[in-house]
């Protein structure tokens, strides 16, 4: 059991799946502070700002990362992925707006969620990767 | 003067004063301390922390009472009110369809006699005070203040969701009060007795329980005590009834509002003067004009104290500002051209108190137009203004008042002049509607915390881009103010922008205020519509309650009520124009039901077209135009169309069926779908439009009626009485006609009048005695089109005009700060203005839209289609 580029790169995939999860549950928790007041609109899209662009770029890295690398099945599952970042980014409605925020607060709820739930099955889609390319080593 | 002419009033009454107060009580001593910290000020103050005292919302995942089953819901209606108990058909309305009888005999419509009170009428609806517990006449609130669409709330979400009408309720807390309207009653009690839990304010609504020592909150039902001072005043050492309290009696009350609720003493009036000083700005005239309208209305803007303060900055290519301290002798510009960086050249005496430094702002206004008059500068630095005078007045708050003419084209915040003719009227039109730079918005929101409200007033002679600009205003609860083709020579012109502007600064305002709705359990708000700024789920933030917004809160059923009384109050934290910090409380009752006849015939036509106009602004300038139009109509099947189902088996009828109450929703749709804001045409601008929807989303609904349906009367026929004082000393208006060019005599003279602007008709055949007697020209052909002052002249005919045109604009001026201009279209003058005239006629067929008669039978077609399908 060694560790191959395979292994390494997984490794790393693995450790940006557990970045972009945490990241995926401090907004979640953020829109809950919301609802419950404990933070007000502008601070809250002031911090959530400063996270959506930075988010969007490690995935993008990744999903690189893996266009380079030839892992063709991981590449593929973050594409739709990469392509609603992509269309959000273009259409200018990645950011998040105060005067807005609490009517377009189910729909950033559910795409949190969702994002949170797709994050949790490639966190453990690379973890069983990596655990293979290491058996086969 | 003739006896009877009424001279029109200018300006508005000065406020109050701090009376009302019973004698012995804390009137005379300030709740807070009196030394004025607003000289010097170092701290920023955040009132956007956490530990605001501000009224919390009550803690979610409250433990409901154990009610076990409630009380039935009683009737609240009168027995044999209409729609009680109905077998077969109800008392509805029944329309004939265009292929059927001939004529407009049946066609609901407000002419025809039908007697519109003055302000688009107040439901007939009973205020059902015989319940509230002192049973005061003045104990549910009034409408003008706060309206319901529903005036008979469903027991369930099942039979909400069935009747399909849009639950929602209209604010106006802060109105200007009319001539003839009683003051709110304003109280400073020892203390303001607030449920427990969930911080409502004692109303007339509420119950007394265990022999009145305790009192039952009708909003969550817990009982909480009553504390002694409500029938023991210990300054006086005597009983009091409880029941004259005016917590108890009265539905709309205002507190004063002790320390607790203030996070810093309560700020002075601040006004901030943007003015614009480009060349455009100086040739149309409106430099001038607004400093002599400042000067004139020094005296009156609030002055309580001595504490209001007022600054100037002046804009072109470069930012002027002006020292005014007391203590040099004249006033002294300071031109700052380097616009890199947002700086102010003093740190102090650019913003300086009223009274101190009254000789030298004189002397600066009176100064102002020589200064600028042979300017060539054709550069605009707004955003940099904007920043500048935010720096200024954020330690305090305030209101900072933009007067801009040409559009910002240096540094910061600059616009392109993108208006494209060929758009207008096509689904690409909304890219005009929307703001095309995020600054002036991202500004506004940074100017809510620091409770500095915007307002702005532009003259553009071309393109103004009101959609980006109104931004500021729009989060702030300030205003928008458009005044297209500005040009001071023209008097009509300068006439109403003094009168706009000077009612502006001299009416009561609110200041750094919150607003919060609560309702009775089981009812939750869903959306918000006006001017302010939503700082959380339902605290609206407004740095400037201003008089003429309005706000909607649209509502749903979170579960089924269980009480026979659905309350709601609205409390309206604020500081008044005279420094003191008060609570406004406006408490609606209304009565629940379980029978969806009942519903129907107890909504509120007004109220429901108001707030569907509301909605269609917001869906307009989120996704299209033809997207609102469309929802407009969906939503009038939805509702017909419910109703339909609800009483009539068979699937095709010949007639349309519509409710009593209701019977006009049909007529006012039309009229929204007509509505500049909305139609398809390509002879509005986008300005104009962007200036519609701004106001349509906050008018309150007297003046979305005219707005839908504007009054129209024969002025060639006048009845003797109409144009004077009646017997009961109301004004006596002639009876509004219905909107149909049928009615266009072949001699007649009409006025119609829509709450922005009044049109004056005049056809080919008018006899020479009336062009004598109100235009003072010897023929039709000597009358001049367009807008006319007419002049006041000594027979009784001219008198009576003018009685009602100065009576509408007095009106007007004090709901919307608005002086209506009054244009007159002659029969065979310019296409263009006659155009604009008989566009407002909703109920005729225009350019490719419906008349009245085509959009019943259409509506009543696709109702067909959808119960047959």
């Not at chain 1, 266009?67 to 200018?92: F, K």
């Not at chain 2, 077998?87 to 407000?110: I, R, T």
């Not at chain 2, 109509?633 to 109450?661: H, R, W």
Request: glycine residues 6%; aromatic residues 10%.
């Amino acid at each position: 059991m060694s560790m191959t580029t395979e292994g390494y790169l997984f490794l790393f995939a693995l450790a940006t799946a557990a970045m972009l999860l945490f990241g995926m549950v401090f907004f979640s928790i953020m829109f809950s502070d919301l609802e419950c007041d404990y933070i007000n609109p502008i601070d809250l899209c002031n911090r959530l700002n400063t996270f959506v662009i930075p988010e969007k770029a490690v995935h993008a890295f990744l999903w690189l990362t893996f266009l380079l690398s030839g892992s063709w099945i991981a590449m593929l599952m973050n594409t739709p992925l990469l392509a609603y970042h992509i269309n959000q980014v273009i259409n200018n409605r990645h950011l998040y707006d105060a005067t807005e925020i609490f009517r377009t607060l189910p729909q950033h709820k559910k795409e949190c969620f969702i994002k949170l739930g797709f994050y949790l099955f490639t966190f453990f889609y690379y973890l069983y990767r990596m655990i293979v390319s290491l058996l086969l080593g | 003067m003739p006896s009877n002419f009424i001279p029109p009033v200018v300006g508005t009454p000065p406020p109050p004063g701090p009376g009302g107060a019973p004698p012995g009580s804390r009137a005379g001593r300030r709740a807070y301390p009196t030394g004025d910290p607003y000289v010097n000020t170092a701290q920023q103050l955040d009132p956007f922390s956490a530990s605001s005292p501000y009224d919390r919302p009550a803690t979610p995942g409250m433990a409901s009472p154990a009610l076990g089953g409630g009380p039935q819901p009683q009737q609240y209606f009168p027995p044999g009110a209409q729609g009680q108990n109905f077998q077969g058909h109800p008392g509805g309305a029944q329309v004939p369809s265009f292929g059927g009888q001939s004529g407009g005999a049946q066609v609901p419509s407000f002419g025809g006699g039908a007697h519109v009170p003055a302000f688009g009428g107040q439901p007939d609806h009973p205020s059902h005070v015989q319940s509230s517990v002192s049973q005061h006449p003045a104990s549910n609130a009034d409408p003008k203040y706060k309206r319901c669409t529903l005036n008979a709330i469903p027991q369930t979400m099942a039979l909400m969701n069935k009747c399909k009408i849009p639950f929602g309720l209209l604010l106006t807390p802060y109105r200007h009060l009319l001539a003839g309207e009683d003051p709110v009653p304003l109280i400073n009690p020892p203390q303001i007795v607030r449920c427990r839990r969930c911080r409502t304010y004692i109303n007339p609504w509420v119950q007394f329980v265990e022999q009145g020592s305790r009192w039952k909150c009708n909003l969550c039902f817990l009982t909480n005590e009553v504390p002694s001072f409500f029938d023991w005043d210990p300054d006086t050492r005597a009983h009091v009834d409880r029941m004259t309290r005016p917590e108890l009696t009265h539905a709309v009350v205002e507190f004063v509002a002790p320390q607790e609720y203030m996070v810093r003493p309560p700020q002075p009036v601040v006004m901030l003067f943007i003015i614009d000083v480009s060349h455009s700005a100086v040739q149309s005239g409106m430099l001038a004009t607004a400093a002599r309208t400042i000067l004139d209305t020094l005296d009156s803007i609030p002055n309580t104290d001595n504490r209001t303060k007022v600054g100037f900055i002046t804009v072109d290519s470069a930012l002027h500002f002006y020292n005014l301290s007391p203590n040099v002798s004249e006033p002294q510009m300071l031109v700052v051209s380097d616009l890199d960086d947002t700086f102010l050249p003093m740190p102090y005496d650019l913003l300086v108190s009223l009274t101190e430094s009254r000789p030298l702002i004189e002397a600066l206004l009176q100064r102002m137009a020589d200064m600028f008059k042979n300017t060539t500068n054709v550069g605009n630095a707004l955003g940099r203004a904007i920043q500048a005078a935010h720096k200024m007045i954020n330690a305090i708050g305030g209101k900072i008042i933009v007067l801009q003419s040409t559009l910002p084209n240096v540094n910061e915040g600059s616009l392109k002049q993108r208006d494209d003719p060929k758009l207008w009227g096509t689904p690409k039109e909304v890219s005009l509607l929307q703001p095309q730079s995020g600054f002036y918005k991202n500004m506004a929101v940074s100017c809510s915390p620091t409770q500095v409200s915007i307002d702005v007033f532009l003259f553009s002679p071309q393109y103004a881009d009101v959609a980006t600009l109104s931004g500021c205003a729009k989060f702030t609860g300030g205003s928008v103010y458009y005044y297209p083709h500005f040009n001071a020579a023209r008097s009509e012109d300068a006439m109403k922008f003094a009168h706009e502007f000077s009612h502006f600064l001299s009416r009561p305002i609110g200041l750094e205020a919150v607003m919060r709705v609560r309702a009775s359990k089981g009812i939750r708000m869903t959306a918000f519509h006006g001017n302010f700024f939503l700082r959380s789920t339902d605290l609206l933030s407004l740095p400037n309650v201003s008089p003429d917004n309005s706000y909607a809160v649209e509502m749903a059923l979170s579960e089924n009520l269980t009480s026979s009384l659905a309350c709601f109050q609205t409390a309206l934290l604020h500081t008044s124009s005279t420094g003191e910090r008060r609570i406004r409380v406006i408490t609606l009752a209304i009565p629940v039901t379980n029978n969806l006849a009942d519903v129907f015939t107890a909504t509120d036509q007004i109220a429901l077209a108001s707030l569907l106009s509301k909605k269609a602004v917001e869906r307009a300038l989120t996704s299209k135009i033809e997207d609102a139009r469309e929802a407009l109509m969906y939503k009038l099947d939805d509702i017909i169309g419910a109703y339909k189902s609800a009483f009539t088996s068979s699937g095709q009828s010949v007639q349309l069926l519509v409710p009593e109450n209701l019977k006009l929703l049909p007529l006012l749709i039309l009229g929204l779908l007509k509505n500049n804001a909305f139609r398809t045409t390509s002879s509005v601008s986008s300005d104009l439009r962007s200036y519609l929807m701004a106001m349509l989303y906050v008018l309150p609904p007297e003046l979305s009626l005219v707005q839908m349906h504007p009054r129209f009367w024969s002025l060639h026929n006048l009845d003797p009485t109409a144009g004077l004082p009646g017997p009961d000393g109301e004004f006596v208006y002639p009876p509004c006609m219905n909107l149909i060019s049928e009615k266009l005599d072949r001699q007649g003279v009409y006025l119609l009048e829509n709450g922005l602007e009044m049109f004056l008709w005049v056809s080919r055949g008018t006899s020479a005695q009336i062009v004598h007697d109100l235009f003072d020209k010897p023929s039709y052909d000597a009358i001049v089109p367009g807008k006319t002052t007419l002049p006041i002249l000594q027979n009784d005919y001219s008198t009576r005009v003018n009685n009602i045109i100065g009576k509408v604009r007095e009106v007007r001026l004090q709901m919307m700060t608005n002086y209506p201009h009054l244009i007159v279209v002659k029969e065979d003058g310019d296409p263009a203005s006659r155009a604009q005239f008989t566009s407002q006629l909703i109920e005729d067929r225009i350019d490719s839209s419906y008349s009245y008669h085509q959009f019943l039978s259409v509506v009543r077609e696709r109702l067909a289609k959808v119960s047959a399908a």
